[in-house]
């Protein structure tokens, strides 16, 4: 085996940049015996070249300009850890078209230009992987590309947003409210400054559109997506889901429907059976459950953020692509570095009416005769079929209370329609919160 | 790309022999879409050529001769998916020898001649790849091998035996005896004829040993694991466990020791936490926990044994190797189909004194005064430390008495010492029933 050096550009050097950059450095040797050849960061760009950071690096590795290292000709594997768009995209692109490997943990970047990203690879013959991009450190995306390879995906459940699902546990395990604990996660640092990327679905989301990319090869529109975060979970829903053996997750659904192979992508709060092993998955945990039409069901569980976790996935790209520069034999491309290719991109996406489920919504009413009649009646006319009922006093001065509806199977169409005439009635008081109850195997 | 034809022989022809071969067919266009390669199984080694299947093939693939197959210069891939050891290491070592890839469900032979095996693909050219061996379609291997490529493994922990995963978990929600659930799983298929091989711990510990060079690049002796099976659980040790939180599974362990990085591997029914994921995987799943110092924990669940789920995994190792094939520049070996090389051939075993665990002792012991003093007094002289206590009746006219015994932190040795004189003792009935009960993070 030739020995062989891989020149190595960071893009980004925060927490994950910083995190990456200590694990090269001190398993140096280790990954020289795994490779036969050395793995050499040889420029960093920084925002700033004179503040200080934990881990320490030569200044002369210090660069304020990424497009430097994305146009550097002895660069092989460029590492995008800016995240954001404007920036991050023009040096993934300039990368890519330059024949680079690319990197990356910025699935919001992917989400949204994933298609002229693998675009711009073909063409300049660079690759993109994108291992830290979904649940972290869990190597989900090669499972799916490589370890599952014969199976078609009828469907991808995920938790994938550790933030939601640590608030969802507390809220659950302690009886805060959704404020309460979100103030308090902010301090400890389990939530952002600005959380509405995180609380409002839209990280979630991201990875979704990738994962379904992955999985049938479609890349999603993120307004395609029906998405809703964790702000309107309250504790009359943590209530209802103890009572009933159900814990509510905020879950990204990626599902074929079975009659017409469409395309069905949402992220939304979800009652989810205790017994179901996604039930069970709490704090900041990931999960991600894979059906597979030869494999069955599969399920990994693991760290999906945090400095450590994406640089085991970043590094773990960085190894793979190592194997194939070292090892190709011309200046070709290796085709196999790629996503697998599944031929969807005519895949059609699912239609609200298409959608079937059992639904949970919670009203708060005017206590006072006739309102149930009228919702049953206003149900009644989507032929949506109640399964069961419960209501109680919020607050008795104000004569409101807290209704509470579980459905039988229906369409997310027809639940949608009956919400909004519900919202319309004098005797309901704000925006209904409603949520699928998974109907998981 | 050029278009290339991967030649693969089937050796074995049961069920996960036509599950592959179902597979490879059915999916055969979208296998050429992936690999712009065509894969033909071109023979297949059947032990009886009039033998009616569910899966036909052309007579004209089948021999009788698997040797045949593995001198065979035309074929490129080797399945050996007939199990057993004779014939199947001379078919594995003669496949080697001559250059070929050979993927292998065989978790038996990779244990008792893993080195052979792997020197064998070293001198040869040929490679070993072994997915199916562990977790069937649980792409575990890959996990370890390629997508946590950056980190020791400080622990792993696997429920990898699905026959003793489905007789405790039954045990537990039917209070059935192990012999009603064994027989049951017999008539049912799940259990096979001849069971000892599973009940017995024998297969986890083929999985544990593989896991274990895997993550620390030493084969461990079969002789040198700790290995009880499910056989003595009984319902009384199921009480004691739903009473107490707990679940009772099969647990394999391979563990590096915190202080002296000694490397211990065990295969040993276990009281493990329900709130602890591995306590809550049932039935004839398998489950692997994985502690990676970079990137945590992370954990894998799903099929552990089946026709479809092992196929599932065989294939992704036919799949890998063909990439690797179609692509490589001349006849030279490609080192990254081999397990990441983790140089611990020199690892030291850790000794049972080394073990540190809480235990639980279950004992059969005449109800007369004078016993808890005795067996109270040999845990002291061994300094295993009680932290508690609960004896039953039996059978009041025997006057025998179940006494279940929880320790303090001790040591392996301390606590075999201890049953060993616990036994001698005239007031104690039977062999002591002795389980660990897991610490897991």
């Known amino acids: 085996m030739k020995e062989k050096n891989i020149k190595i550009g960071l893009c980004g050097f925060g927490v994950v940049g910083q995190g990456v950059y200590s694990q090269l450095s001190g398993k140096k040797a280790y990954l020289q015996e795994q490779l036969g050849a050395n793995l050499e960061v040889v420029r960093i760009a920084v925002r700033d070249l004179n503040k200080t950071r934990d881990v320490s690096v030569g200044s002369s590795l210090l660069t304020t300009d990424p497009m430097a290292i994305a146009n550097d000709p002895t ?62 450190g869990i190597p989900v995306i090669k499972a799916i590309n490589e370890g599952l390879i014969i199976n078609n995906f009828s469907s991808i459940y995920g938790i994938l947003n550790g933030t939601c699902n640590y608030i969802l546990t507390r809220m659950t395990n302690e009886g805060l409210s959704y404020q309460e604990i979100l103030s308090q996660a902010k301090t400890l640092g389990y939530a952002e400054a600005d959380e509405s990327l995180d609380v409002d679905g839209i990280d979630a989301t991201h990875k979704a559109v990738i994962l379904a990319y992955l999985a049938h090869g479609r890349w999603v529109p993120f307004e395609n997506v029906l998405v809703q975060g964790v702000t309107a979970v309250t504790q009359d829903d943590i209530a209802f889901a103890k009572e009933n053996g159900y814990a509510i997750k905020l879950i990204a659904v990626i599902d074929r429907i079975q009659d017409n192979g469409k395309l069905y992508v949402s992220v939304l709060p979800t009652l989810v059976s205790k017994k179901y092993s996604l039930g069970t998955v709490d704090g900041v945990f990931n999960a991600i459950s894979i059906h597979g039409d030869v494999v069955g069901e599969t399920v990994y569980i693991g760290p999906g953020a945090g400095r450590n976790a994406t640089s085991s996935a970043v590094i773990a790209d960085v190894v793979d692509a190592s194997k194939h520069l070292i090892y190709r034999c011309s200046e070709t491309r290796f085709p196999f570095l790629d996503p697998a290719p ?100």
């Open 75 to 136: 660069i092989d594997i460029l590492c995008e850890l800016m995240g954001g768009q404007g920036v991050a995209l023009e040096v993934t692109l300039a990368a890519l078209r330059s024949g680079k490997v690319l990197v990356t943990a910025n699935k919001a970047l992917l989400c949204d230009h994933g298609a002229e990203i693998f675009a711009a690879a073909a063409e300049g013959g660079g690759h993109v992987l994108f291992e830290a991009s979904v649940a972290g």
């Open 342 to 441: 599944r031929n969807g991109a005519e895949v059609e996406l699912a239609e609200p009416a298409e959608i079937h489920s059992r639904y949970y919504v919670r009203l708060l009413v005017m206590d006072q005769p006739g309102v149930m009649a009228e919702i049953a009646s206003i149900l009644a006319s989507h032929e949506v079929s109640l399964a069961s009922v419960s209501q109680k006093e919020v607050n008795e001065d104000a004569a409101k209370a807290s209704l509470i509806i579980t459905t039988h199977m229906t369409t997310e169409q027809a639940i949608f329609d009956a919400v909004v005439d519900l919202e319309a009635l004098a005797s309901v008081e704000e925006k209904p919160f409603c949520m699928p109850i998974g109907a998981f195997k």
